[in-house]
């Protein structure tokens, strides 16, 4: 029996939360519903959570740095709330590591779909069978653990993936020396085309590069197309955990 996602929607307005709450009740979901970060962290704290819609105009403590703080420390995705007439603020959403954005003000129905498509994402990998759960991806000294989702460098150290991060280095590394360009790689990774003023893989590579260490100006393994896209440039093997 499928288990009923607990989203939990973090806005200031009394009428957006109240609006979400409902809409999301009566498609199937449970809403935990918040008015600041502080109500936010009780909430998580409390219960289980599958997602969080968050505000990033929000009183005290805004939005940006609840994501980042919350991001630090968890995978659970998170669907920004952003002013549609600043782009700015989609940008920096991604950069503190949500999964999606929906501009205010938004149709339910768009924000609907965008969290299904984020949940089938985020439950699609945890019910990945028992041999593609073992594996490891490695290339040119890096290894993308799939079972810890995140990403060991040629030291051994760790460093952290945001989901989104994760998502994105998995889709190249399972089409290594492919060509992809931005609508196919938000299909692969957020299920939706881009629209001509989408950013948002643009960022999510630039932030990949710095994670893996490579010069921006001239990158080795995420490496651009020009009116191409993007492309690993590696060779990828498959290895079972020791």
């Known amino acids: 029996m499928e288990t ?3 989203i939990l929607v973090v806005d200031d307005d009394r009428e957006i939360r109240s609006l979400l709450g409902d809409y999301l009740e009566t498609n199937g979901y449970r809403a935990v519903l918040a008015a600041d970060g502080a109500a936010m962290q009780r909430a ?3 219960q289980p959570i599958e997602l969080v819609v968050l505000d990033l105009n929000l009183p005290g403590e805004d939005g940006l740095s609840l994501c980042r ?7 659970l995705p998170v669907i920004m ?3 549609r007439d600043q782009p700015l603020d989609r ?3 991604l950069e503190m590591g949500a999964d999606d954005y929906v501009p205010k ?3 339910p129905r768009e924000l609907l779909a965008r969290i299904r498509s984020v949940l089938r994402r985020t439950q699609g990998l ?3 069978n028992a041999l593609e759960a073992r594996q490891r991806l490695v290339f040119q000294g890096w290894t993308l653990d799939l079972v810890a989702r995140h990403l060991v460098d040629p030291k051994g150290m760790v460093v952290m993936l945001s989901g989104a991060e994760f998502r994105l280095l998995k889709v190249f590394l399972e089409r290594p020396n492919r060509v992809l360009n931005r609508d196919q790689l938000l299909n692969l990774t957020q299920g939706r085309e881009a629209d001509p003023f989408d950013r ?9 590069r710095q994670k893996l260490g490579e010069d921006a100006r001239a990158p080795q393994i995420l490496k651009t197309v020009r009116n191409g896209g993007y492309v690993l440039a590696a060779t990828v093997t498959a290895q079972d955990h020791a």
């Open 69 to 75: 703080r919350l991001r630090a420390s968890s995978e």
């Open 44 to 46: 998580l704290d409390s």
């Open 4 to 6: 009923t996602a607990t």
């Open 81 to 83: 709330l952003t002013a």
């Open 91 to 93: 940008i920096l959403g």
């Open 105 to 107: 003000p938004f149709e």
């Open 126 to 128: 945890a019910s990945r």
């Open 200 to 208: 948002s893989i643009d960022i999510q590579v630039s932030r990949l």
